[in-house]
């Protein structure tokens, strides 16, 4: 099994841009977390699906921020406009039913 | 809601020096106590869990860690500490809701190892 696989692991881009990150999540896996950490913040959960379904968007810190999740192969989370306090390395985590998460590698964004 | 509190956001331990590195949760029911490892530029990696079944938990590279429910803590330990244990150290604790296991993490703890 090769993991959760996120894309891309970093994206470099200017204030006011678009950014997508992509998360495949481990097959069998039913329930998707979006997670965001920085210095000052730590680990933030953002928001989280379970079968595909969002369950809990209080985390997602604005309007700018969205996530979808169309199957259960693929998910993503938006930001537009970014900005540079966005900067950060945000985490997609997978689990099944009520047991550990795993974690991906992570996508580093840096918003100049 | 429950919290997670790490003590020591920073622990230095000499090569072959016990590693201990503390955990105290608050939960209203008993919980799920989980701890992850961040080695750097890296996602989190689990490294142990206690789901109520045996407080002494043994985890992978030779960390265990012991749930005391009267101290309301997890702590995480290791007799000697080896050069490639330098990571940060992540509790957590999970709470169920809609099918999911939510997990609330502590700040961390970034363990050094001197040589």
């Known amino acids: 099994d090769a993991g959760v696989i996120q894309s891309p692991r970093h994206e470099v881009t200017e204030m006011g841009q678009e950014v997508t990150l992509r998360c495949k999540p481990i097959?069998?896996?039913?329930?998707l977390f979006w997670y965001r950490q920085t210095m000052m913040r730590g680990l933030e959960l953002l928001i989280y699906?379970?079968?595909?379904?969002?369950?809990?968007d209080s985390g997602m810190p604005e309007d700018r921020f969205s996530a979808k999740m169309p199957n259960a192969s693929f998910s993503t989370l938006k930001i537009q406009p970014s900005e540079p306090r966005d900067s950060a390395v945000y985490f997609c985590?997978?689990?099944?039913?009520?047991?550990?998460?795993?974690f991906g590698p992570g996508t580093r964004l840096l918003v100049l | 809601a429950q919290s997670v509190t790490q003590l020591g956001s920073h622990v230095s331990v000499s090569e072959g020096a016990l590693v201990l590195l503390r955990c105290n949760y608050s939960?209203?029911?008993?919980?799920?106590l989980f701890w992850y490892v961040q080695y750097p530029n890296q996602g989190l990696q689990l490294l142990l869990k206690?789901?109520?079944?045996?407080?002494l938990v043994k985890g992978i590279n030779g960390f265990e860690a012991e749930f005391k429910k009267s101290e309301t803590s997890f702590h995480l330990t290791k007799p000697s500490a080896h050069m490639s244990d330098a990571a940060e150290y992540f509790c957590?604790?999970?709470?169920?809701?809609?099918?999911?296991?939510?997990?609330?993490f502590g700040k961390g703890t970034k363990l050094s190892v001197i040589p």
């Open positions: 939960s209203s029911v008993p919980p799920y």
């Open positions: 985590a997978t689990q099944p039913d009520q047991e550990t998460q795993y």
């Open positions: 206690y789901t109520s079944a045996a407080t």
């Open positions: 699906f379970n079968n595909n379904v969002p369950i809990d």
């Open positions: 957590a604790v999970s709470e169920s809701g809609a099918g999911s296991y939510q997990l609330t």
């Open positions: 097959s069998g896996h039913n329930s």
